[in-house]
Each structure stands twice: as structure tokens, then as C-alpha cells.
């Protein structure tokens, strides 16, 4: 559906950031999309896998995802 409507970009929050979050995020990778996780707008049940999985984003996959905050976000909307 995504690709029908030529989306190319997709947003990321919400929980789980080490379970569900990672899948989505790594999905939408896999399908070239341009990945943005919202930093301030994920969570997950543990804090020290929540840490690891934003630490992997940046560091490892720092080229195909950009982490924003949602006050940068919104202002780069406006």
C-alpha cells in the first residue's frame, strides 16, 4: 500500500523498541524505505535493551536510520 501510494518515507514510534519496534524498523529498511525513529516517542519494557536496541540505530544502522526528536520533527513539518 505504501509503495501504491509512492510513501518513501516512514515514521517510527512507539513501544517495545527492542521487539516490535525493531522488526518494523528493520523491515522498513530491507524495503529501502527512509527510516525515522522518533527517539522521544519509543520505550520498552526494560531499560537496558531499550538503550541497546537505540544504540544499535544509531551506531550500526546510522546510514539508513535517522533518529529525531519530536520537537525537531514537528518543527521541520511546519
Given at each position: 500500500?505504501?509503495?501504491?501510494d509512492?510513501?518513501?518515507?516512514?515514521?517510527?514510534?512507539?513501544g517495545?523498541?527492542?521487539?516490535?519496534?525493531?522488526?518494523?524498523i528493520?523491515?522498513?529498511?530491507?524495503?529501502?524505505?527512509?527510516?525515522?525513529?522518533?527517539?522521544?516517542?519509543?520505550?520498552?519494557?526494560?531499560?537496558?535493551?531499550?538503550?541497546?536496541a537505540?544504540?544499535?540505530?544509531?551506531?550500526?544502522?546510522?546510514?539508513?536510520?535517522?533518529?529525531?526528536?519530536?520537537?525537531?520533527?514537528?518543527?521541520?513539518?511546519?
Amino acid at each position: 500500500m505504501l509503495q501504491q501510494d509512492r510513501i518513501d518515507t516512514v515514521v517510527m514510534t512507539g513501544g517495545e523498541t527492542d521487539v516490535c519496534l525493531l522488526a518494523a524498523i528493520m523491515g522498513a529498511v530491507d524495503l529501502g524505505y527512509r527510516v525515522i525513529v522518533v527517539s522521544d516517542a519509543v520505550c520498552s519494557s526494560t531499560d537496558d535493551t531499550h538503550d541497546a536496541a537505540m544504540e544499535m540505530y544509531a551506531k550500526r544502522f546510522g546510514q539508513q536510520i535517522e533518529m529525531v526528536e519530536t520537537d525537531a520533527l514537528i518543527a521541520a513539518l511546519a
